[in-house]
């Protein structure tokens, strides 16, 4: 077989990542390798779980939907759409305001290390699993997903920066996480991407004088990727109904809700150059995000968060504060830099507790899972 010319046509993660590597002129780029290989608890991390315990899932009670799903991804609608075509404007790199540029540049790594992170992991559940439900699925989601972190990459590329696929997968630190705690997280950060990517394109849709890069053009399709990506992992929570409906677990959800959300928003308020040129105020953008994935994830959460609530936004904001406090301290050193740094872990964890405890609102889950990207 013939690999593909461009990971945008690749039919597999390993094809795409092959088309990837064999693009790479001798051009190489540490710092961005080096930025995507941090791991802090902003940063996109790697994960491995209990692949056997995957494997072992049994996705018969919600066959229907469950095959209607792998139809459609099967049917891949995007294939050879993430590639730079005639909607691709040049970019002005040089005339673009450093700052901004700098920002732009960290969102594109940190977009493409979260990409590849979600290739990576589904590709290892494809390879060590034997149940072709499951395994079937993962192929088509690290496919996906080695597309998704290509084309950035081919964006970068551009801006004289790659990150080192091959390298990365190689050398970052893999976090474990039990296998519901990759679903809780990642079909959260499915969703929350969809709604991420949708809230961006529609907001350029309105105002096309924003769109300081092309790359925004690709959004829609984009996250319908996303989109598709988070019905499977809620169907694989709904094929065992303990998961969303235990106690303990409940408790799990409405932290990993919790996490997510606050990360998002500590990370996004610490790009404000880069929202202000899409014209987009980050408070409401989160805010707003946060509305979509709620009302998203009711499809298989039992609870929303009430992001209305006094408690919320201040404490939010209080984390963000912290998180600039153990930054600047990290870089500071010495013995003043550390009481600084454990002074801000307990500021964040103060306001963490303070927004987990907000009472959150439940209500009933549907029957069926299902659900059409409408935004
Ligand atoms: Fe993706
Ligand atoms: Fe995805």
């Known amino acids: 077989m013939n690999a593909p010319t461009h990971s945008a046509f690749a039919n597999t993660a390993e094809e795409a990542i092959a088309a990837q590597d064999a693009l790479d002129d001798p051009m190489t780029s540490e710092k961005a390798t080096e930025v995507a290989m941090q791991n802090t608890l902003l940063t996109p991390r790697f994960y491995t779980t209990d692949f056997a315990e995957m494997d072992a899932v049994d996705v018969s009670s919600v066959r229907e939907d469950w095959d209607r799903l792998i139809t459609q991804m099967k049917s891949d609608p995007n294939k050879g759409h993430f590639k730079k075509n005639e909607e691709w404007d040049t970019v ?12 732009f540049i960290d969102f594109l790594i940190s977009s493409c290390t979260a990409e590849f992170s979600g290739c990576v992991l589904y590709k290892e559940m494809k390879r060590r699993g034997s149940n072709e ?3 079937t699925l993962f192929q088509l989601m690290a496919r996906d997903e080695a597309r998704h972190a290509g084309f950035i990459n081919d964006a970068l590329r551009e801006a004289g920066v790659r990150v080192n696929l091959g390298f990365l997968t190689q050398q970052k630190k893999y976090t474990y996480f039990r296998p519901k705690f ?9 969703k929350i991407g969809y ?3 949708i809230t961006i394109y529609r907001h350029l849709e309105e105002n096309p004088e924003l769109r300081f ?3 925004f053009k690709w959004f829609r399709e984009w996250c319908n990727d996303e989109f598709s990506h988070g ?5 694989l929570m709904k094929s065992d109904p303990k998961l969303t409906e235990s106690f303990g677990n409940k408790l799990w959800i409405k932290f990993f809700l919790t996490a997510v959300y606050s990360t998002m928003w500590v990370r996004d308020h610490q790009r404000p150059l ?8 980050v408070t409401w953008y989160g805010q707003e995000v946060f509305r979509k994935t709620s ?3 009711k499809q298989i959460f039992p609870m929303t968060l009430d992001i209305d609530h006094p408690r919320w936004r201040k404490n939010l904001d209080r984390m963000e504060a912290a998180s600039r406090q153990i930054a600047a301290a990290k870089a500071r050193g010495g013995l003043g830099g550390m009481m600084s740094r454990l002074g801000g872990m307990v500021k964040a964890a103060t306001a963490f507790v303070s927004v987990f405890t907000i009472p959150a609102k439940t209500h009933r889950v549907p029957t069926s899972t299902r659900m059409e990207p409408t935004y």
Do not use: N
Not at 92 to 103: F, I
């Open 274 to 281: 880069f929202h202000e040129a899409l014209g987009v105020d």
């Open 213 to 215: 890069h092309p790359i």
């Open 195 to 197: 709604a991420r990517y």
């Open 231 to 235: 019905e499977a992992f809620a169907l």
């Open 182 to 190: 990759i679903y809780y997280a990642t079909y959260l950060s499915e």
């Open 295 to 297: 009302e998203i994830s």
């Open 133 to 135: 439900d499951i395994t």
């Open 92 to 103: 002005d790199w040089e005339g673009m305001e450093p700052a901004l540029k700098a920002e």
